[in-house]
């Protein structure tokens, strides 16, 4: 496959999952007509989709800024990887701190979503490893094409367990 | 200078990484403590909690049993003032 394509794919990823926040609304307004209450499974979904719905236009405008303040592309680099680091170890904290203060247990969809956002913070050490030492073409790419694809499992795995739930009643033919 | 910093960088990512799945780790379960109980009903509760842990740490070091016998005592102070009115009428 040519660069350029995965260039393309790439963006077409990152531009598809500025559309999560939709899915999570949806998915937070089934749990509630579903459960009738607030679940865990419902928390989870508001808290994500408020923050990709915050983090989505930062981006851009974070990316300019270190490249603006010239410094060494070894400082931009740390700065850009303890900034995400701190925001996804911030996420795992609250989703914690939400379950504690609303007092709804945590479940197991909840230690998987905070295993998934662990695993972006790995794919950042990965990269700032391979940017510093090795500057590998494929750890790049993994690092590229791994934060997509933990996004996406994250809300394919939600929608499963929030339609998991669903009961559908068999109709009866009425005498 | 430099590589002060990428040690604090590297340095900070593995310690969020492996808190994070720490506290992942970490169960949480559902408290029966607070609007589901009256406050009465919530201190006997409590008043149970707090002695059977008091019995508890009979198979534990000495020191276990005196800290649970000084909440058992807080938790006695705190029923005699509520029921100080009560007692009365």
Same mark, same amino acid.
């Given at each position: 496959?040519?660069?350029?394509?995965?260039?393309?794919?790439?963006?077409?990823?990152?531009?598809?999952?500025?559309?999560?926040?939709?899915?999570?609304?949806?998915?937070?307004?089934?749990?509630?007509?579903?459960?009738?209450?607030?679940?865990?499974?419902?928390?989870?979904?508001?808290? $994500?989709?408020?923050?990709?719905?915050?983090?989505?236009?930062?981006?851009?405008? $974070?990316?300019?800024?270190?490249?603006?303040?010239?410094?060494?592309?070894?400082?931009?680099?740390?700065?850009?990887?303890?900034?995400?680091?701190?925001?996804?170890?911030?996420?795992?904290?609250?989703?914690?701190?939400?379950?504690?203060?609303?007092?709804?247990?945590?479940?197991?969809?909840?230690?998987?979503?905070?295993?998934?956002?662990?695993?972006?913070?790995?794919?950042?050490?990965?990269?700032?490893?391979?940017?510093?030492?090795?500057?590998?073409?494929? &750890?790049?790419?993994?690092?590229?094409?791994?934060?997509?694809?933990?996004?996406?499992?994250?809300?394919?795995?939600?929608?499963?367990?929030?339609?998991?739930?669903?009961?559908?009643?068999?109709?009866?033919?009425?005498? | 200078?430099?590589?002060?910093?990428?040690?604090?960088?590297?340095?900070?990512?593995?310690?969020?990484?492996?808190?994070?799945?720490?506290?992942?780790?970490?169960?949480? !379960?559902? $408290?029966?403590?607070?609007?589901?109980?009256?406050?009465?009903?919530?201190?006997?509760?409590?008043?149970?909690?707090?002695?059977?842990? &008091?019995?508890?740490?009979? !198979?534990?070091?000495?020191?276990?049993?005196?800290?649970?016998?000084? +909440?058992?005592?807080?938790?006695?102070? +705190?029923?005699?003032?509520?029921?100080?009115?009560?007692?009365?009428?």
């Amino acid at each position: 496959m040519d660069i350029e394509h995965l260039h393309r794919l790439n963006e077409g990823l990152l531009n598809l999952g500025s559309y999560l926040p939709y899915l999570y609304t949806v998915l937070f307004l089934l749990s509630a007509s579903i459960s009738k209450k607030l679940t865990s499974l419902s928390i989870i979904v508001v808290f $994500l989709a408020l923050a990709e719905f915050a983090m989505r236009p930062i981006t851009a405008p $974070l990316l300019t800024y270190f490249n603006e303040l010239g410094l060494t592309y070894t400082y931009r680099l740390c700065a850009w990887v303890v900034f995400w680091v701190a925001i996804a170890r911030l996420q795992i904290h609250l989703l914690q701190k939400l379950h504690e203060w609303l007092n709804v247990s945590k479940g197991k969809a909840l230690e998987r979503v905070q295993y998934g956002i662990s695993g972006i913070i790995a794919l950042f050490l990965i990269d700032l490893i391979n940017q510093l030492i090795f500057k590998t073409e494929i &750890l790049d790419w993994l690092y590229r094409f791994g934060v997509p694809f933990i996004n996406f499992s994250i809300a394919g795995y939600l929608l499963f367990a929030v339609l998991k739930h669903v009961e559908f009643k068999k109709w009866k033919l009425q005498s | 200078m430099e590589i002060a910093i990428l040690t604090l960088t590297l340095c900070v990512v593995v310690y969020s990484l492996v808190s994070a799945v720490l506290q992942a780790k970490r169960p949480f !379960n559902y $408290l029966p403590l607070g609007d589901d109980f009256g406050y009465y009903e919530m201190l006997v509760y409590e008043g149970i909690l707090l002695s059977e842990r &008091l019995i508890a740490a009979a !198979n534990q070091p000495i020191r276990a049993a005196f800290e649970a016998n000084h +909440r058992l005592n807080h938790w006695d102070k +705190r029923i005699q003032k509520n029921t100080r009115f009560t007692l009365v009428k």
